[in-house]
């Protein structure tokens, strides 16, 4: 957008929010959201828009006195961010397993494994490959996108893959699996807005964002949607929509690249440091947890687990355990890696440089986020649709509703950023004095939120994973899109019309064996769709 065209409707949103306000309308209270959406939108800057929509609630709380609006942000929106440990802690593990992830993409070793890994040629084979490996780098998004998309674009080539075909694989094991991923570069920022959604809800006692968050796994049915159709169209060769045209012109081709093998750098030295991090993770958190119930570490039980996750210091252990982890990997980090000769200081650095903007994000959602808790956003949407919508159909209202905005925005952290807050705030509204219902819900909501992020972010064009998918593949974004759309389409019809409802009416009760079922259903309605497609000629 050009400064002009920005200014003027800088303008207008500054008028519309004076009319409002000389009106008294109770509209007020959620027109930072509309601001921030207006922005993102308009701008495709997820952080201008976000910083936006706090400017505008701090100077409804100002009461239109605008010199007073920066010292409010700073003051009561910025600084108290960093008064909370929890906060605090959630940018550091950002930072600190940005640089991890960055040692081990540098370091080579990754690389060298799956050299070592595949050895046929057949698109299966490869197309396999990409989906394990894409799978195996569950710590970040954007740098799955990365690793997987250039190493195997040669074997692509070799085994007449279609790049956009690639593209799909790549894209498809990045967001979903770092969305799922309990440990991610994602995972500080879920857990950050878990928690902001129940502070709005004014029942921050209550919020366990860990435990929430692996609560919500089953409930992410767009992301398990997806990933299971992924390993069904490798399996069926399953060409679908403009796909057909691009394996047409890859078959055909008679060229074939010789494929230059890595050298291998040791592969172990990037498995130890990775396991040493799991491991960490999961006993530190374990650990922390008995010891804050005044239990025994032994017998361990599926109960006391699911207590340690909610009563342990989760972001202390994640600090701990990545710092460690990024040590042992700082040690291991072969000298010759790198053709420009930087050590692992300057790699660990760079990659926790690259995390700065998903940091940003963070600070300026917790800010709008702030702004929204003191015009009690929530409750004025509460009020609004208290009577007038199910609580079992309210999922899927949030799933859609995710799916529009990171489909316009681009974003799926800006997208959790918005409506998290918002959604958890109204389950409770919408339940009504039933506080144990709504526990039971939030989990639904949580996975409706997280699925329609990652849908959205799937099928837009001005995604970050798109375009750097696509890039890594060697291909134009907009063939990376459309021939995506249709395989994504699929997924998230299947989560929009059997996931959220059933999930929704059953209240979130039996939750991994209605996923289970459900996803059974799924590869049989896969499986009859294909055949049905082979037999009419593909």
């Known amino acids: 957008m050009k400064k002009g065209a920005l200014l003027i409707l800088l303008a207008l949103l500054v008028g519309l929010s004076c009319l409002l306000h000389f009106i008294e309308a109770d509209f007020l209270a959620i027109w930072p959201s509309i601001v921030a959406l ?7 800057n997820i952080l201008l828009g976000l910083l936006g929509g706090a400017v505008f609630g701090s100077a409804i ?22 008064q909370s440990s929890w ?13 991890f992830v960055h040692l081990l993409e540098k370091g080579g070793t990754l690389q060298a494994f799956l050299a070592r890994m595949l050895h046929g040629r057949s698109a299966r084979k490869v ?46 094991t990045s967001s979903a699996v770092a969305c799922l991923a309990f440990i991610s570069t994602w995972i500080a920022y879920q857990l950050s807005m878990i928690r902001e959604g129940f502070i709005m809800a004014g029942k921050e006692d209550l919020a366990e964002p860990y435990l929430l968050f692996f609560q919500s796994l089953p409930h ?54 990775l396991a040493l991090l799991l491991i960490l993770v999961f006993v530190g958190i374990y650990a922390d947890g008995v010891k804050n119930m005044s239990k025994e570490l032994l017998p361990i039980s599926w109960e006391k687990l699911a207590l340690a996750f909610a009563k342990a210091n989760v972001t202390g252990v994640l600090i701990a355990s990545g710092g460690l982890a990024s040590i042992l990997a700082w040690i291991l980090y ?59 159909i309210f999922p899927t209202v949030v799933f859609i509703t995710g799916s529009l905005i990171a489909f316009t925005t681009g974003t799926s952290w800006g997208t959790m950023g918005i409506l998290m807050p918002l959604a958890i705030p109204l389950t409770f509204s919408l339940v009504g004095v039933d506080q144990a219902q709504a526990m039971d819900l939030i989990p639904v909501v949580i996975g409706a939120t ?22 890594a593949c060697g291909i134009d974004p907009v063939d990376h899109v459309r021939t995506q759309m249709p395989y994504a389409l699929i997924a998230a019809i299947g989560a929009a019309v059997l996931g959220f409802p059933l999930s929704g009416y059953s209240g979130g009760s039996e939750s991994w064996a209605l996923l289970s079922i459900l996803m059974f259903v799924m590869v049989l309605l896969l499986g009859r769709l294909a055949s049905q497609k082979m037999q009419s000629g593909r």
């Open 38 to 44: 207006i922005l993102v939108f308009s701008t495709r």
């Open 61 to 82: 709380l100002m009461d239109g006195v605008l010199y007073r609006v920066p010292m409010d942000l700073v003051v009561n929106h910025l600084l108290q961010n960093f």
């Open 87 to 99: 906060k605090s802690g959630a940018i550091v593990f950002t930072l600190v397993l940005g640089g």
């Open 127 to 172: 197309e396999t490959g990409a989906g394990i490996f894409g799978m195996v780098c569950f710590f970040d998004g954007l740098a799955n996108s990365l690793i997987v998309g250039r190493i195997f674009q040669p074997l692509a080539r070799s085994a007449k893959v279609p790049k956009v075909r690639l593209a799909y694989i790549v894209d498809t």
């Open 220 to 273: 992410n049915f767009y992301a398990w949607f997806a990933l299971i159709l992924l390993a069904f169209v490798i399996w069926k060769q399953w060409d679908l929509g403009p796909m057909r045209q691009f394996r047409s012109k890859a078959v055909s081709d008679d060229h074939v690249e010789p494929v230059q093998q890595p050298e291998a750098a040791g592969v172990w030295r990037a498995w130890v440091p």
């Open 334 to 392: 072969p000298r010759s890696a790198n053709d420009d000769g930087k050590e692992a200081g300057s790699v660990f650095t760079e990659g926790m440089v690259q995390m700065f903007q998903p940091v940003l994000i963070l600070i300026m959602a917790w800010m709008l986020s702030s702004t929204l808790n003191e015009l009690k956003a929530a409750d004025f949407l509460g009020e609004l649709l208290g009577g007038k919508m199910s609580p079992a």
């Open 450 to 471: 997280f699925s329609g992020a990652v849908f959205g972010d799937h099928c837009s064009p001005m995604s970050d994973t798109t375009i750097v998918s696509s890039i």
